[in-house]
């Protein structure tokens, strides 16, 4: 044997030894424990090379991390974040998120860096140079590190921002429970009303079945119709009252009529929107009746009711709410932008019925208004009837918050402040977040309206008499037949031409004298 093979099996045999010694076993990379044998000076690079475990590259880089007291990387690379480095960037990162705010891998990547450049300058290298690191090295840190994963966020814009908070919306849970210890509301006696658009979605996608060696065919998208609404109310423990739907034509077609029942009404509105009066008469021939009749089914005449709806405009009807503060039912609006936090409707039984209304629809092969109403008419009754589940309703009222003792459900998921501020500037009267059934707040709401109408009416007559006198200082002008403006215009630009010649001449005649 010669005297080269002899030294590379002692040192084979010795760095195998080494390895299963008390002293190093305990290291379970095998990596990094070839590395530190080497950092202690008990081995080669190159009999750790004739293991043919790892290369000779990875070897030095493992080696090097250990000198510098770095964590091996799974190719012998130390690591690019040391202990301190980590925490800083998994603190920011949690801070951030408690805000309520996602923290992209774009804003991860850029805190990387910053931290990475940090902690060179600290080194006494020049300031001038950043590092720069590639885009793979967040998701390898979040991949790396327990405490972090990634997800894909909500879509909020920014005034659902602005009161996604504590701060704003303690008041009106508050006034919510302070209702509840006072008049111990049944769940039973415990409503919601609201709207939802009918506009079908273009982007819902579904898995197709196919032949393996037949590509996917397309799928068809609905056509875009004029905008229909669904009314909608609910009580806490599953009841639901009748539902209605505005039609945007100015009589019902006939195709709709097949939807009518005793659970779901249907009116002719020629927009389809939600209005004020729209709204009164949903109120006075529906929603209140239905309260009333509920209340009376349950043997409950004593008790009183609780009303929860949006702060929409149509909603500004202080002589409406008298009517239901006149029959004992206490009604309070969400404050504006928060109902995907705190209205039961908006938190899971709209979401199922446009899911279902979405799924159930088949697109008609022809784009007949008549053949879309009736796949509308086809679709409507099952999605609504899934929405309106009692498990759903339940499900729904527990999410929202609004039952009693339950506030904290919503408002341990938020951040203390706001993380966006918005200017709010309104001349309306506020009844955002109220009990607007209160009768002094009704009697201040209906004083503030009737102050209004009256300044609308002196502002309509002063504009009135500005318009006459200002029409009377103005001087009439002369209606011309277009015969009549061609002259003029033919003239004008005579008139022009003359003047022109005119001071041409002149110009000449001055050069010639001088």
């Known amino acids: 044997m010669s005297a080269v093979k002899q030294r590379k099996e002692i040192g084979l045999t010795k760095l195998r030894d080494l390895m299963k010694s008390f002293e190093y076993r305990q290291i379970k990379n095998r990596l990094v424990r070839i590395a530190t044998i080497i950092a202690d000076g008990k081995c080669r690079v190159t009999d750790a090379a004739n293991l043919n475990e790892f290369s000779r590259s990875s070897i030095n880089r493992a080696v090097t991390a250990v000198e510098k007291g770095r964590t091996v990387g799974k190719v012998g690379r130390p690591e690019l974040f040391t202990k301190e480095d980590k925490e800083v960037i998994t603190g920011v990162i949690r801070i951030e998120s408690m805000t309520g705010v996602s923290y992209s891998l774009t804003q991860t990547k850029i805190l990387m860096e910053s931290v990475l450049t940090d902690r060179k300058i600290r080194g006494g290298e020049e300031e001038d140079q950043e590092v720069k690191i590639s885009k793979s090295t967040p998701y390898s840190f979040v991949k790396r590190n327990p405490d972090l994963k990634t997800s894909i966020p909500h879509n909020v814009d920014i005034q659902r921002l602005s009161v996604s908070n504590k701060q704003s919306l303690q008041p009106f849970f508050s006034l919510l429970q302070s209702l509840h210890d006072s008049h111990k509301y049944s769940p039973s006696l415990i409503f919601n009303t609201d709207e939802s658009s009918l506009r079908l979605s273009d982007t819902t996608k579904q898995l197709a079945v196919h032949p393996s060696d037949v590509p996917v065919g397309f799928s068809k998208t609905p056509i875009n119709m004029p905008n229909s609404t669904l009314v909608v109310a609910v009580a806490a423990d599953g009841y639901s009252l009748p539902s209605l739907v505005l039609w945007p034509s100015k009589k019902l077609p006939q195709e709709m009529k097949v939807l009518l029942s005793p659970q779901l009404h249907a009116w002719a509105d020629n927009d389809g929107w939600m209005t004020d009066a729209l709204f009164a008469r949903y109120a006075e021939e529906i929603l209140l009746p239905g309260i009333v009749e509920r209340r009376k089914l349950l043997d409950m005449n004593e008790d009183r009711c609780l009303l929860l709806l949006d702060s929409h405009p149509s909603r500004a009807q202080p002589d409406l709410w008298q009517k239901f503060a006149d029959e004992s039912i206490d009604v309070v609006t969400f404050i504006p932008h928060s109902t995907h936090l705190t209205q039961p409707l908006d938190c899971g039984v709209f979401a199922v019925f446009k899911r279902c209304f979405n799924s159930n629809y088949v697109v008609p092969s022809s784009s007949s208004i008549a053949l879309r109403r009736k796949a509308v008419a086809n ?110 215009d033919d003239l004008e630009d005579d008139n022009e031409r003359r003047n022109t010649r005119k001071i041409i001449k002149r110009e000449l005649m001055d050069y010639i004298y001088y």
């Open 379 to 488: 679709a409507l009754p099952q999605a609504l009837q899934t929405a309106l589940l009692p498990s759903t309703i339940h499900s729904a009222f527990e999410k929202s918050g609004v039952l009693s003792g339950q506030s904290n459900s919503v408002l341990m998921k938020l951040p203390d402040t706001p993380s966006v501020q918005l200017k709010k500037k309104s001349h309306r009267f506020n009844f955002h977040g109220k009990n607007i059934s209160d009768q002094a707040f009704l009697d201040e709401w209906k004083e503030c309206k009737k102050m209004k109408e009256e300044k609308n009416i002196d502002d309509s007559a002063e504009e009135k008499i500005e318009k006459d006198l200002f029409s009377e200082e103005k001087p009439k002008k002369r209606k011309l037949s277009k015969s009549q403006i061609l002259k003029d």
